[in-house]
């Protein structure tokens, strides 16, 4: 379904579907409405036609009360007849006390009539008041009768008086075989339909009101009213499809062109544009898209000038990003990530250090007035500490489950913490013990508070066990690849770096000595006859020396020097900063530490007394950029001095030759004034030397004795 139609089945469905309803509800209160108006025009019926026969009753009471009066004083015809004149009544009889007739008065209906004091006949053609008739001394001599029938005439005055139709029960006349029939079947005061659509009810005799009636109103018809309605949804409908017609292609219009050009850029098209016909949502959406890709085409243009040197970087950085474990990180973005997978506000990750046994804040995340690293927590103390020392997950409400929180800790409603503890692998070997226990915690990974204030549930504590497990991976994986890294890099005998890491001390030396114009001096050093040594009293003896010189050059050294072993029994050290006499003090220095003290070798032979076995080297050296303008060159020259100081009797030092020495200023008494380098003495193992004493700059390098092995 496109979105045009979905936009206009959601405008039809908004729109006429109150409509809908609302003409439901109309058709159905009309009905209601209707049927409570018709059943209210029955009661005040019933109470018309009560009134109207109680006021007909008292007409014929008047009328035979008159008729009484006058036939006692001996005219009964004239009085009978003025009353039936008069129309007080429709016919009059006077009785005798006998109940003979002696005067009448109009037509009489045949009898029985229905009384109206006292109603007990239920069939009658008339409704008739009587008084007695008595002479002076009020003894009863007849009776006078005022009589009204029961005819058309009567039914018709009562509907005209009570506003509803009114048929009258017994035989007699009536609007319709139905509403009769229909009546005498209810109970009285009951409420039923005709089949010819009419509401009927019926009215028992009672006093003032002697007659059973039947009365009736018209069924409301709201088949009218629902014709109607019915038309005028639809022309609601016929509105509200027009309307929604418009309104969504007013919309999808402008999102159609929109997406034409997205396409566009998508093939490579930055020139595609828009139409902007409105200010609204969609003509703004408009004017960004067409600000973007004009923004976009000055993106490409920068990106393709500084292509190059961008593909340049690109290989820096992925060498860097290659050789990085940055924990961290790593760190970061796990809490990251677990904060977003669990809806959490904040977090935080401690690890436990070795040294002290304490919590540390590592990293953290929504924390606000709170410096992680500064955060330190011991094993056991509040929520975090627990969390460590137990080894046990824990999630809740501060306030309902505890624990008290540490005053470093920070602040939080509700929390979710687990250990960050690798799963166990169980033994590897088979010799190691079975436990129970779970792993020793590194760390806590702890989120507080979800956005909503809900409270954290299994499936969290779930996922953040499984967060914290990566983490733990990710500690292991950069302490196993930094542990790596240092054996990668370092001599196990010896504890110096060795040659790989050498290569990459001296190219970074040599750059930052050339970016700031310093020098560099490179030692070249070899133990002299080692190879007797090892001869003589064994290879464990030649590891033990080779150990102690380390120790003995470590001592020597400053903290910015760097020492290597190159390999058997030949080292390496780099001194920054420094030139060629600095470098031939340390020489000196280290060669006098060698000579003076013999190393003492314990034997491997039981009952065998120690050794004390003496030791001398050779150095050459070499200084950036007098004697090399390259690390590789400068490290060639001070292993050819090296061989110099082999050639020349072993146990000294020698300089490189072919380098210009600078000038330094030499204590003169009465001056100070500076002295050429090559004219200064160089401390030597056999006395003063001139740094130029080998060749002189710019002469042809003397022959130099053929290269042999270091051992000797």
Not at 127 to 134: E, G, N, P, R, T
């Amino acid at each position: 379904m496109t979105l045009r139609a979905r936009l206009t089945a959601a405008f039809l469905a908004v729109v006429l579907g109150p409509v809908l309803l609302g003409a439901v509800f109309v058709g159905i209160a009309v009905a209601a409405v209707s049927d409570q108006r018709a059943m209210e025009r029955l009661d005040a019926g019933a109470q018309n036609v009560h009134a109207a026969l109680k006021v007909t009753c008292q007409r014929l009471r008047l009328a035979a009360e008159t008729t009484a009066l006058v036939t006692a004083d001996g005219d009964q015809p004239d009085a009978a007849q003025r009353a039936v004149v008069s129309g007080l009544a429709r016919a009059v009889e006077v009785t005798s006390a006998d109940g003979t007739v002696l005067t009448t008065a109009g037509t009489l209906p045949p009898k029985p009539w229905a009384d109206c004091a006292a109603p007990e006949t239920t069939a009658y053609t008339a409704i008739a008041a009587s008084v007695d008739v008595l002479d002076p001394s009020s003894r009863r001599i007849g009776r006078a009768y005022a009589v009204e029938p029961v005819d058309a005439a009567l039914l018709h005055w009562l509907a005209e008086s009570s506003g509803v139709g009114v048929d009258s029960l017994p035989p007699g006349p009536a609007s319709g075989a139905h509403i009769a029939d229909t009546a005498r079947d209810l109970e009285l005061g009951a409420t039923a339909t005709t089949p010819d659509g009419h509401l009927v009810r019926r009215l028992a005799p009672e006093s003032g009101q002697p007659l059973a009636l039947a009365l009736s109103v018209p069924k409301p018809d709201p088949q009218g009213l629902y014709a109607v309605l019915v038309a005028v949804v639809a022309c609601a409908g016929v509105v509200a499809i027009s309307v929604a017609w418009w309104l969504a292609r007013s919309t999808t219009h402008p999102l159609t062109e929109l997406a034409v050009a997205v396409e566009r850029v998508a093939d490579g098209d930055l020139s595609a544009r828009v139409p902007v016909r409105s200010q609204d949502e969609v003509g703004r959406l408009g004017q960004t898209f067409n600000r973007m890709t004009r923004e976009m085409q000055g993106y490409v243009q920068a990106l393709t000038a500084s292509r190059d040197q961008l593909r340049g970087q690109l290989g820096v950085l992925g060498d860097t990003l290659a050789g990085t474990h940055d924990l961290d990180r790593i760190l970061q973005v796990i809490l990251q990530t677990a904060a977003a997978a669990t809806g959490a506000q904040s977090g935080v990750v401690l690890m436990v250090d070795p040294a002290s046994g304490e919590l540390r804040g590592q990293v953290g995340e929504g924390l606000a007035g709170i410096d992680v690293a500064e955060l330190r927590l011991q094993l056991g103390d509040g929520l975090l500490g627990a969390v460590a020392a137990s080894g046990e997950p824990r999630r809740g409400r501060v306030e309902r489950d505890g624990p008290v929180l540490s005053p470093a800790e920070p602040r939080c409603i509700t929390y979710v913490a687990v250990p960050i503890a690798a799963p166990g692998v169980g033994p590897t070997t088979g010799l190691e013990p079975q436990s129970d226990l779970p792993p020793a915690a590194r760390g806590v990974l702890a989120l507080y508070d979800r956005h909503g204030f809900d409270e954290f549930d299994d499936s969290d504590l779930i996922t953040l066990r499984t967060f914290a497990g990566q983490a733990a991976v990710a500690v292991d994986n950069v302490r196993v690849h930094e542990e790596a890294q240092r054996l990668s890099l370092t001599d196990p005998l010896t504890g110096l770096s060795n040659y790989r890491y050498l290569r990459e001390s001296l190219r970074r030396e040599v750059e930052r000595a050339s970016r700031f114009g310093r020098s560099l001096a490179a030692l070249a050093l070899d133990l002299d006859r080692f190879k007797e040594v090892n001869d003589t009293y064994g290879h464990a003896a030649g590891d033990a020396v080779l150990a102690e010189f380390a120790r003995r050059l470590r001592a020597e050294i400053r903290e910015v020097d760097f020492a290597f072993r190159q390999g058997g029994e030949e080292f390496v050290v780099l001194l920054p900063e420094t030139d060629a006499i600095g470098a031939a003090v340390l020489a000196e220095r280290l060669g006098a530490a060698v000579r003076r003290t013999p190393v003492l070798v314990i034997s491997s032979t039981p009952g065998q007394a120690p050794r004390r076995v003496p030791v001398t080297v050779s150095i050459g050296i070499a200084v950036f950029p007098f004697h090399g303008s390259t690390g590789a060159a400068v490290l060639e020259a001070a292993d050819d001095a090296l061989y110099a100081a082999k050639a020349s009797g072993r146990d000294m030092y020698k300089i490189a030759p072919d380098a210009p020495v600078p000038a330094v200023h030499v204590p003169v008494p009465g001056a100070d004034v500076p002295v050429p380098a090559a004219d200064v003495p160089v401390p030597g193992p056999d006395g003063p030397v001139k740094a130029s004493t080998e060749v002189t700059p710019g002469a042809p390098k003397a022959a130099q004795p053929p290269r042999q092995s270091r051992g000797g």
